[in-house]
């Protein structure tokens, strides 16, 4: 599902590269402008309702209230698109813009600067309709990340793969729930018991995110070196086996204890096991039917919305997150060539790439409060060591493994430099913990730090240790893997000379 940017056509003037960017941030400054002038940030008091009335009682007018929904989406998107573009800019991936977008609009800066300016992108009025939109885009996200995923990469894994895959995981995981002794206090929600918080941490410091990766590594230029594929396969292996422990996690959380849980694990687990065995076909079957009664998109699209939220509906009844049931819908989705539901699915995750998602990412940034941080020592030590903890984790955990495996050492901490990249998949996580009671806001603020630095981290990383091919060169959309990259042979350990990077 490669979306590269186009190359720029013969004849196109350079300076639209730098007037294109102009022209978004004046959209996004003219949004703001227009929500100050017209007020669509404060509700009227008693006001009429507009042309359609009296407003009902208790509340706006509806057009009101959409009205303040699409003008604060036009503001997120604008933003965000700006913040994106400016990471993108600086070689990084345009998520890490997004949620600094959101960092800047939050307590932290803007709005503690400007107390009422949260109301301009979230009015009060609008606000559920906004958190609702922003969950929306967490599960069609999640879908799309579990259509991505590639299970035939795992079974043709070697014991190289097995092996690193294995250690990025225990490792960090080990030491992040040994280090949940010393910020229980600091980051556990209150009433949450220690056995769940550990288990949470745990899976949270071994977290790498499989999304953001992809496109780290295609702006590498290792996309088709064994390097990069190792990397992907690596990372594809470390979700499904932290899915699995995040799920124990809340699963431990409502049941109030390990043993208590029991029974909702082997309850996500069968219904896992039934979905895949028998819903795969059954999509299949669907998928060839719809081509041959020319189904039309819209009716595709209905079902595949249907598909994605009744797996997320019921996975939440089951006692876990919801987004389990949609990355379980998403892979489901077929990844035959020339699918008219592939084309649909791609289609509608690009829209929400653009339009809901960055939504809940700048929501993330601002509910993110580094005043109340910098200000508490004991804070600031407990975020030390959570930082510290996932990134020797993560970087011992496959350096180690990796050189144990016969990788040389140079290509071994290159590949503990990638799977340290934890980005969306750590915040998607991050959010369900802290919506379950696992951990507090504070927690929460330190936690997506550590997500962000040590995404940003990756790329001069790679710079240093010379293993990036081509600095800065292609684009992959946000979230999408590389298109079909040639398996490397990880079957056993792999020769220094054939992994070097040209």
Not at 49 to 64: C, D, I, K, L, Q
Not at 160 to 170: K, L, T
Not at 172 to 192: C, D, H, K, Q, T
Request: charged share 10%; hydrophobic share 55%; proline share 6%.
């Amino acid at each position: 599902m490669m979306n590269d940017l186009p190359p720029r056509p013969a004849g196109t003037p350079a300076w639209r590269g730098i007037v294109y960017p102009l022209l978004i941030s004046a959209v996004a400054v003219g949004v703001l402008v227009a929500a100050l002038g017209f007020g669509l940030g404060v509700p009227d008091a008693g006001g009429s309702g507009g042309a359609g009335g009296e407003p009902p009682a208790g509340g706006t007018h509806v057009s009101e209230t959409v009205l303040r929904v699409i003008a604060a989406l036009a503001a997120v998107a604008a933003v965000a698109t700006a913040g994106g573009w400016l990471a993108r800019k600086l070689g990084q991936p345009p998520v890490i813009g997004e949620i600094a977008t959101g960092l800047l609009l939050g307590p932290s800066f803007l709005a503690g600067l400007l107390p009422g300016s949260v109301e301009l992108f979230f009015p009060p009025a609008a606000k559920p309709l906004l958190g609702l939109l922003a969950q929306v885009g967490l599960i069609l996200f999640m879908f799309a990340v579990g259509s991505e995923f590639d299970g035939s990469q795992l079974r043709r894994s070697g014991r190289v793969v097995g092996a690193v895959s294995q250690g990025s995981m225990i490792i960090p995981f080990v030491l992040g729930v040994l280090s949940a002794a010393l910020v229980y206090r600091e980051f556990a929600a209150g009433g949450i018991g220690f056995v769940p918080f550990a288990l949470f941490l745990g899976t949270a410091m071994s977290i790498t995110a499989f999304p953001v990766l992809a496109r780290i590594v295609q702006e590498s230029g290792l996309a088709r070196h064994p390097l990069g594929t190792m990397a992907m396969t690596c990372a594809a292996a470390c979700d499904v086996i932290a899915w699995g422990a995040l799920a124990t996690a809340m699963a431990v959380a409502s049941a109030g204890s390990i043993w208590g849980a029991g029974g909702t694990v082997l309850l996500a687990a069968g219904f896992a096991a039934v979905v895949l065995i028998a819903g795969r076909p059954l999509v299949r079957a669907a998928d060839r039917w719809a081509d041959r009664a020319r189904v039309s998109s819209a009716a595709r699209l209905l079902a595949l919305l249907l598909l994605a939220f009744s797996l997320a509906w019921l996975t939440d009844l089951i006692g876990v997150h919801s987004i389990f049931g949609a990355f379980l819908a998403g892979t489901l989705v077929p990844h035959r060539k020339g699918s008219a539901l592939t084309a649909v699915q791609t289609r509608l995750d690009s829209v929400n790439r653009r339009l809901l998602l960055p939504l809940f990412f700048v929501s993330v940034g601002m509910t993110v409060d580094l005043t109340q941080v910098t200000g508490h020592a004991g804070l600031l030590l407990a975020g030390a060591v959570a930082v510290v903890t996932a990134v020797v984790g993560k970087l011992a955990g496959t350096t180690v493994t990796a050189r144990a495996a016969g990788l040389p050492w140079r290509l071994s901490l290159g590949l503990g430099v990638l799977l340290n990249a934890r980005g969306v998949t750590e915040i998607v996580v991050l959010r369900a913990g802290l919506d379950a009671g696992l951990i507090n806001q504070n927690a929460f603020t330190v936690l997506v730090v550590m997500a962000v630095l040590t995404t940003v981290m990756t790329g001069p990383a790679l710079h240093l240790l010379k293993l990036s091919r081509r600095p800065g060169a292609g684009s992959v959309h946000e979230g999408t893997a590389p298109a079909s990259p040639a398996p490397a042979d990880t079957s056993s350990a792999t020769p220094a000379k054939e992994m070097e990077p040209a």
